[in-house]
C-alpha cells in the first residue's frame, strides 16, 4: 500500500505541475478530472490503510499495550495527510481563481487606458471649442458695435425718407392732372386683336397658340424656334411634360395657365410705360412749363421742361395698371 501511496503520490504531483503550466480549458479540465480520481485512490488507499492500521492496531492492543499512543500516532499523522491533501486541492483551485483575476485586472487596465486617451482627446476638443467660442464672441461684439451703427444711420434714412414723402406729396398734385391726360390716351388707344397661327406638326405651337388664342390680354407673342418665343419683352421656353404644355421660370417649370395670368400683366405694364413716355416725351417736345426740382424732389437742382437734359417725371412713373409691381 506504501508503494501504491507513492506511486499515487508522484502521478498527482505530475498532474498538479501540468496544471499549474499554461494549457487550454479542455487539457485543464481533464487533468482536473485525473487528479479528482487520483485524490479519490489516495483515500481509498489512505482509507483501506487506516483500517489495516485499525486492525493492526487492535492486533498490537493484545500484543502490548505500550504501543497505543505510537498508534493513535499513527493515525493522527494518516488523518492529517488525508487533510493536506484536501488542503492542496482548495490551494490549487484558489490559484486558479487567481490566475482568472488577474487576467480581468490587465482587461480592465487596458479598458481604462484607452478611456484616458478618449477623455484627453475630448479635452483637447474642448480647448479648441473655448478658442472657437471666444472668437465667436469678440466677433458677436463686433457686429453688435456695427448694428447700433446701423441703428442710427437707419434713423437717419428714415427722417430722409420722411422728406422725401412730403417732397412727393407736393409733386403729386401736380401730375395727376398730367396723368389724368396719359390715361386717357391709353384707353382711347386701339386695341389691336391678333390670333396667333401655329406651325403644323409643332405640338407645342399647337398647344401654346390654344391658350394665346383664349388669353383676354393682347400681350404680343413671337416664335423664335423649338419651343423659343418672345413674349412681349420676355424670351420664354415652352415644352410639354405629362400631356401639359408648361413654362420654365427660374429652376423650375410652371403651367402655361398659370404664367399667362401671373406674367402677362408684368408684360401689358411694361408696353403701357413705354407707351406712356413716349407720350410724354411728345409732350415735353410740344412744349412744357420748366420746373425746378425742390429738396428732396426727383432730380433735385435739375430743370425739366422743354430741351431740359432728363425724361419727364412721367417716364418714372408706371401705369394704373402696374402699380401693384410697380415702387415709386
Known sequence: MNKDIVQVTQEKEEIESKMLQEVNDAELQNLQSEHS???KDYEEIIKEKIDIFTQMINNLKKISDGNIQYIQNEETIAEKKLSIEVWDRDIYQKKRVDMDVQVETQNMLTYIEMEDKKIQQREQRIAELNEEYEGAKLEYE??????ESRDQRIIELENQLANIEDDRARIQAEEDERRRLEEEALRNRPRVQTKYT?????KVDEKMAVYINNFDMDVPIQRLGDGQYMFGSRKIFA???NDKLVIRVGGGYMLIDEFLPTYGQQELDKINAQAMRANANSFAAAGSPTRVGGRGSPGAGAQWGKGAG????TANRASPTAKNSTKY
Not at 198 to 202: R, T, V, W
Not at 310 to 313: E, F, H, I, K, N
Open 198 to 202: 401655329p406651325i403644323k406638326g409643332d
Open 142 to 147: 463686433e457686429f453688435q458695435g456695427d448694428f
Open 310 to 313: 432728363r425724361a419727364s417725371p
Open 239 to 241: 415644352k410639354i411634360m
Open 37 to 39: 480520481a487520483l485524490i
